[in-house]
């Protein structure tokens, strides 16, 4: 039998980062492709060269033994290939069958034909299993079902090629359940699927074959009942770079960030400890509640219990600024949206949680200021001409370094890094590295949140795992391996699926 | 796991919490003012009540669909001004009355798209281009009309003009002047431009495609529908319901003056605010702002019955989009908090 | 990267930074020339001083207007406030009854503060857009004007709050030097002073620029813009004691185009509506423009319903053209910093 969809010797390049090298890739009819790999692997980038949204530099690409010339949406749009995203893409005050047919409605005479519509909607939803009224509004339906709608959408315009992009990871275990059965059902009915997703036990219930990426690259494609567990997690992690983590272990000093029994919305009862000299990793899937937890101690969302102390002081709740004085910050992991004023300076940028201190007298010298800040600048070593420059111009290291500038500047004591180089190049990334274990060496303790196993293997000297919004583990990075940090983090999560598989 | 496994969800019954706020607001007002205030609930006050009501419910039906696309319209008190001062000004130069009213809603409506055309293609945030163009209208009427109230000679060419304020019944309900319950066609007017709103909103697809731009205009456009078409339209509709809303002022007062507006755009987004439109597009609907506008002039009408002066009007209607604003903000936030148990969620195979 | 030269790239980053300045010269000149065409001499010092003088009023309702739009806000209740700390203030500022001129003066401030305040907490506090909630502000305060004063008009204002608004003090061949242009000017340098060399300052940028990371750095951006829209409050109360005084007179209905001419000042001044971006003396200049315009108007006596047509076009087209030259500017900036780098 012909191949669904071919793809052969894809390269594609952006500023500083190879993106893609020389993948090839194909799909079966009816097959479930699950693509598995970290953050930064190259599995949205080859997925977005497929919907055409972006252009492969070289390589070429065959749909049903046709050469695809010049791809673009429109193009992968009338081959039948159709993204269902991570985010959704409907109209939440709309009705269900308004979105399954927003653009392409039909009409009857002057006005819309909405009984028809309505008819398709409800008979698309029902080949589906699902008896939804197709009058029910979006914002009225649970996270899962609008997915199905996302599918019957897709579904409505004869797609051959759906490509799902991490589905789960807002879903509840009936919802994927539910989802499965609907993958499964396409696959009788000859749709090709391409799977991508962090959850690696998904693989075994739904995958027929499976493709690891690492950094770019295709590491391997197999059938999935072929490859173990084991196997896979040392196809995604790798070899670790040891020289890229330049973190001295050293005894720990005095405890800087106690938390007990913290407990928010989205996390329960997390208790950690952060102590001089330190780099405390933070471990879990994406979803986990890491970055709330993060969010609860600086007093940006609330918490419903617990406490927090630093440096023997309880900290206080819902003061961002008693916070941020005492000496714990946070850099988000958002740097652009929630980090820097963009269209300030450099000078600017580091100054800001300093002039209270800087400058008591509410007057500031812009003398002072800039030999305070070119002083930073000279120590992180931020490749700039000047300290006017805007930040908007400043490559995505630099930015990360001018946060920490800022937050060096006023003189925290505990650093919660967010995913500390996420869209950060390699030669960036262990300067970041260098620069954390400087600020460890000067007696500053560090909370690292991070989905890349590899950075908090190498960095941590203790590491947290969290799984959906509770603590699981706590382990000593001299013994901890990625096999058991993986294990820990998807521990909460497999019950439901096993009692299916 | 079986096949035949199936979800069943059944969409929500009618709630009365889903109406927008402006229907209880509008109910509330409306009780109350016929329980305290003599004279509000007789038959020649409501009907009056309507005419009175009739161009801000159709210049609000226009601002809460250019809200609904995430924009907002503050030229269209200029534009009333400026198309009642035209229209009225070729009437006094004798034109018949069809070819100025004709003139009067191309111009409106050429203004609006202006209005869409400044917003989309060059790129002005809506705020600063509507309102640059509010103080270039609000210059026109002063230009036209010299500052002064334009009024113009009754004549054969121009008792149309005339029939559009003219009662098409009027129904004797008792023997007192309060007892008469009257309709004018500026009433059937509105009505009519209502009904047609709703209908196209509803019954074709531009209903959801404005949803749909002022929801996410990315979403819109993987749909292929075109944000600048779809904003450049509703600029132009609110621009032609402002002309129609300048021909019944000018007709009921027999003039136009170049203030004639003056301050219509601000109620216009308050109707349609307090029935139901977030500045943030993407939701709301028309019943819901003409009831928002019935509720001001509900407002405005008891008022002036009790005796309050109209300083005070200016301060309650400021009030009451404030009000309304946080009313609404309250209600997203309790609907917000319960979303998670309110939500249908499907009940999966496993569970079974 | 394109073959000019550091030069010419220098001179590009000067003249964006100057556009403001550009167009002002350009309106001064087209009226200029117009003028001699009829046979009449425009650029005179007494002319300029008229301009001068007109133009300081403008500017303090475009400071007002500025310190909101920079936190990325706006205050279309300017005009209403200073109506209504006008009216508040009435019975004191009339020439008959006899008080202390500072005292009405000093009402006026502080209503104009409450009335910000007002503002602040509805922005702050139930999260209001500043749109809406200046919006309703105008006209509950204009209203509240209109109960307290009714159709009656305040007349005489005392002679010394006059002197303020009209005093000419010295002639510099020519060019008059009014009580407006010193008062404009030491406030233009106070506000300057308080935004670019004060703490407070940094924090506005930073806050207009981008609030949440403004949160997440430790600014309390609520009492930030709180401040921001009370000194906004006074700063209107102030323009009330300034229009008041020159008109000599106050009534609830004066004025409705303040928050028009208000924010066409401050676009046209170069501040971006996005928060974050100009400078007070872009507002000076925005005012000597539409001064300019007024004043070139009158030379060729075109009516004054003329103005509000022009200044509705030049917002558009200012705010349209700024998008660009902002980009421009900055681009011109950062390629010569990269340029010092290299070398």
Known sequence: ?501 | MNGNNTTVIKRKKFKISNLPNSTYIFGVLFIIFSLCIPNFFSPSNLSNLVVQASPLIIISIGMSMVIMTGCIDLSVGGNISMTGVIMATLLMLGMPAIFAILCGLAIGTCFGLLNGFIVQKMRVAPFIATFGMMGIAESIANIVSKKRTVYWEPSPTNELIKGVQTNLFQIQLGNKSSQTLFLSFITIICIVIAVIAIYVFKKTAFGAHIYSVGANEEIARLNSISPVKIRMAVYAISGFLAAVASLLYMSRINSAQPTMGDGLEFQAIVAAIIGGNSLRGGKGSIPGAILGALSLFAVRNALSLAGVGTSWVQVFIGVVLIVGMIFNALVYWWEHDRKSSRKITVKGAVQQ | MKNESTFVKKLKSHLFNLSTVIIFLAIVLIFTIINAIGGNNYLTLSNLSVIVNQASFLALLGVAQMVVLLTGGVNLSIGAIMVFSSIIAGPYLMEQSGVFWLLPVIIMLIFGGVAGGFNGLLVTKFKLPAFIATFSAMYIFRGLAWIIQGRTVIYRINENIRFLAMGRLFSIGGFTVTMPMLISIGLIIIISFVLRKTTFGEKVYFTGSNSVAARFSGIPIHKITMIIHILSGVLAGFCGVMYAARVNAAEPGMYTSAHFDAISVALIGGISMRGGFGNVWGVAIGALIISTIQSGMNSIQLPSEYQTLVLGVLIILSVFFNQFLIQAKQNATNELSTDQQAA
């Open chain 1, 1 to 501: 039998m012909s191949k669904l969809l071919e793809i052969k010797g894809v390269c594609k390049s952006f500023p500083g980062v190879k993106a893609l090298e020389d993948i090839d890739i194909d799909l079966d009819y009816g097959e479930v492709h699950v693509i598995l790999g970290e953050n930064g692997a190259g599995k949205s980038t080859l997925m977005k060269i497929l919907s055409g949204a972006y252009q492969a530099d070289t390589g070429e690409m065959f749909v049903e033994e046709q050469k695809v010339l010049h791809n673009s949406p429109k193009v992968s749009e009338s081959l039948g290939i159709r993204m269902i995203y991570q985010e959704l893409n409907l109209v939440e005050e709309l009705s269900v069958a308004q979105n399954i047919f927003l653009g392409k409605e039909q009409y009857k005479g002057i006005a819309l034909n909405k009984k028809q519509m309505n008819e398709n909607a409800r008979q698309m939803m029902a080949n589906m299993n699902i008896l939804v009224d197709p009058n029910t509004l979006i914002k009225d339906l649970g996270v899962g079902t609008q997915q199905m709608v996302e599918i019957c959408k897709a579904l409505s315009t004869n797609a051959k090629i759906l490509v799902f992009d991490e589905p789960t990871s807002s879903l509840t275990d009936s919802e994927i359940a539910e989802l499965f059965r609907i993958i499964r059902m396409l696959k009788e009915k000859g749709v090709g699927m391409f799977y991508i997703s962090h959850r690696l036990e998904e693989l075994k219930e739904i995958g027929d074959r499976v493709t690891i990426m690492r950094d770019g690259k295709k590491i391997l494609t197999t059938a999935a009942d072929q490859i173990s567990m084991n196997e896979i997690i040392e196809g995604i992690a790798g070899r670790k770079i040891e020289n890229l983590f330049p973190h001295t272990r050293k005894e720990p000093g005095d405890c800087l960030l106690e938390v007990n029994g913290l407990t928010g919305e989205k996390f329960r009862n997390v208790s950690i400890k952060v102590c001089a000299g330190e780099i405390v990793g933070m471990s879990g899937l994406v979803g986990a509640g890491r970055t709330e937890v993060a969010r609860a101690l600086m007093g940006i969302d609330r918490c419903n219990g617990g406490e927090a102390f630093l440096v023997g002081k309880p900290l206080p709740k819902n003061n961002i600024q008693k916070v941020v004085d005492m000496g714990l910050c946070l850099l988000p992991e958002n740097r652009k949206t929630e980090g820097l004023a963009l269209s300030l300076s450099i000078r600017e940028n580091t100054i800001i949680s300093s002039i209270n201190r800087l400058f008591p007298g509410l007057i500031t010298q812009k003398k002072k200021e800039s030999q305070v800040v070119s002083q930073y600048v000279t120590d992180l070593n931020i490749a700039t001409s000047s300290i006017e420059k805007l930040v908007q111009y400043l490559s995505g290291g630099t930015q990360q370094k001018v946060v920490v500038a800022k937050w060096l500047m006023s003189q925290s004591k505990v650093f919660i890094f967010d995913e500390p180089t996420r869209g950060i190049d390699v030669g960036a990334k262990s300067e970041i590295y260098r620069l954390m274990d400087e600020l460890t060496k000067q007696g500053a303790g560090i909370l690292m949140i991070s989905s890349d196993l590899p950075e908090i293997l190498g960095m941590s000297d203790r590491i947290y795992v969290m799984a959906q919004g509770d603590l699981v583990g706590e382990l000593d990075a001299g013994e901890a391996t990625q096999q058991e940090i993986l294990r820990m983090a998807f521990k909460q999560h497999s019950p439901a699926v096993e009692e299916v598989g």
